[in-house]
């Protein structure tokens, strides 16, 4: 097939998105692909008219655009397909805020949060307990996340964030260890258990793209019970937000049990990154695992034709009625 490889943008994960896209490019060249690769920062006023020159997409953005559903829409309107989630999906699970509603209303726990979009009016007191993360509330690869200890230190923490335009997520930390489960069609690939190296407070963007940056152990060494919960709690996560293909949700373990973070529909795909790892460990080669993402991607491009045809087909049935 002619295939599409976007990649790049202009979000702050840019270089992580760049690094990733070179593995998938081999990996698609090997599978006996036709590879463009097609960076949105330079080209994308050309994306619609390239797309449709091509049999198929393959993402590899982090952040916007991509991991909130714009190309995803675009790819939709120019009638191509792509792996992975459509914009619906793609949307919800960047805003963390809104994640957390739809997982919380569903039963799937994750640590209390505020949602601050804006400068907070004068006087407004964080109804949190500390100490707590400030996260952009639209981005990932743990840029810019800042741990806040006092109520001295958020103020700067949120004038950091708002400098650059970012909304704000502040949320309880929970103490307890991390772990992350990925989801691959409607199956929950092994678990991985996550210790930072590198930062002691959590997995940051150092220990999540430095080489020996964190231990990553897949299949994670924990009881029987608990790796089923999380398995149970991300294909959950994956399926109440709506995604297709492939997700990664990222936990805390607590004295409690493991609570949800966030759902990553575009993870990321480095010689570091923990998809590939979680498919290697379920016996899947990393080309194995970006054929299954093409495929898991026609079937779902597919399926969206058949429901528009049986729309179509209803939508004339009753043209006929009136006539």
């Keep these: 097939m002619r295939i599409l490889l976007i990649a790049g943008g202009w979000s702050n994960e840019r270089e992580v998105s760049l690094s990733g896209a070179a593995q998938i490019e081999k990996a698609l060249s090997r599978l006996g692909h036709q590879v463009t690769p097609f960076d949105p920062l330079p080209g994308f006023d050309g994306l619609i008219e390239t797309a449709k020159d091509h049999d198929f997409a ?11 559903g714009l190309i995803q829409a675009m790819l939709d309107a120019a009638g191509v397909p792509y792996q992975g989630s459509g914009p619906k999906a793609s949307f919800l699970a960047l805003h963390k805020a809104a994640t957390k509603q739809i997982c919380r ?22 109804p949190l307990a500390y100490p707590l993360f400030v996260k952009p509330n639209n981005g990932g690869s743990s840029v810019d996340m800042q741990r806040v200890d006092s109520a001295e230190k958020l103020g700067p923490a949120l004038d950091a964030l708002f400098s650059k335009g970012k909304e704000a997520l502040l949320e309880e930390a929970a103490p307890g260890f991390e772990m992350t ?9 092994p678990t991985i258990l996550i210790t930072p190296k590198l930062s002691g407070e959590f997995f940051d ?36 937000l709506g995604c297709e293909g492939y ?14 973070l966030e759902t990553n529909t575009l993870p990321g795909m480095t010689a570091t990154s923990l ?38 087909d209803v939508t004339d049935i009753f043209a006929d009625e009136d006539i």
């Excluded at 393959?58 to 909130?68: C, M, T, V, Y």
């Excluded at 209303?105 to 949602?115: K, L, R, S, V, Y």
């Excluded at 964190?214 to 029987?224: F, H, L, S, T, Y």
């Design 181 to 189: 489960c990925a989801v691959l069609g409607e199956e929950a690939l």
């Design 105 to 126: 209303a569903e039963g799937i726990p994750t640590p209390n949060w505020a949602f601050v979009p804006v400068v907070p009016a004068a006087g407004w007191l964080c």
């Design 205 to 240: 963007y150092r220990s999540k793209y430095e080489d020996g940056g964190a231990d990553e152990i897949c299949p994670a060494p924990v009881d029987d019970d608990l790796n089923a919960r999380v398995r149970e709690l991300a294909l959950r996560a994956h399926l109440a």
């Design 58 to 68: 393959f993402l590899n953005l982090h952040g916007s655009p991509g991991e909130d």
């Design 275 to 312: 998809v590939p790892k979680a498919a290697a460990a379920a016996g899947m080669s990393f080309d194995e695992l970006i054929a299954r993402l093409i495929e898991l991607g026609l079937a779902r491009s597919a399926r969206r034709q058949r429901a528009q045809a049986a729309a179509e």
């Design 247 to 260: 997700s990664r949700s990222d936990f805390i373990v607590t004295e409690s049990g493991p609570v949800l």
